[in-house]
């Protein structure tokens, strides 16, 4: 059975790009950085106590939009870009996920459960005219 689907979903075309080597596997590089970050950010929030505040969306917001915007500026022109900016930006992602999770859980979903899909839909719609493909 071949597991590597579940460890990069890119196609081995694109994988050069978007993928560590790690031996024989490839490692989606936003992926590498997000799954640990939000396990992380999940498992701190759980240990300390955090109450929701009026600075939650402006943070989630702030960690989140680097990886929406990278990604969306990688699908416009796919050589921009580079895997080390990849899992940063998944670092971030996982992070302010790992917030919006806790405090929606925690909370209810207010704000956040608007404007994330908003921005994200912004970011696909920029991108492309900012980074015209090559």
Known sequence: ???????????PAAAGDRCFRVGPLRLC???SGLFPAL???LLVQRL????AS????????????PALWDHARSVANPKAGSN??????GQL????????????HVEGFGAEA???PVVLSGCFVLAPRLWPRA
């Open 114 to 116: 608007f404007l994330l």
């Open 1 to 11: 059975m071949d597991w590597s689907f579940l460890l990069s979903h890119h196609p």
């Open 29 to 31: 590089a936003r992926c």
């Open 48 to 51: 300390l106590p955090l109450t």
């Open 93 to 104: 992602l996982g992070l302010g996920l790992s917030r919006v999770a806790v405090v929606g």
């Open 39 to 41: 396990l992380a950010g």
């Open 54 to 65: 009026r600075w939650d969306l402006p943070v989630e917001l702030a960690l989140i939009l």
């Open 84 to 89: 080390p900016i990849r899992a940063f930006t």
